[in-house]
């Protein structure tokens, strides 16, 4: 944020209603995802506007910026959702917590692959 509201993006959680009462970003509005399309719901949403979609893990907000963009909106899919705005284990339930949960399995790379860029950005993949 620079100060212009005029900038902003509109911020959309598509959460339960339940979890958006229990805390969300500021100034976000709230379309729970199988209500995403209703034409009383679209006419909430500025088309002038970039929209940034947010949910629990980012599976479903990836599935409603496509739809949103399908529908003409420019939607964006917020990176690491709504874990990466808060570490609050009520708000962002879905938390990966690699002390817990990663594994070290092992992984082989291909024959004649490419090395990764220098700076270890992973290609553009995105999480």
Known sequence: MDGDDGNDPVILSIRSAVQYAKGHIPGAINIPFKEIAKVENLEKLNPDKQIVVYCYTG??????????????YDARNL???ITGWTTDPEIAPYRFDPAEGAKNYPVKASEGAVPPPSDDSGGGCGG
């Open 79 to 81: 990176l690491w959702r």
């Open 59 to 72: 599976h479903t907000a990836s599935q409603a910026t496509a739809i949103l963009n399908i529908l003409g």
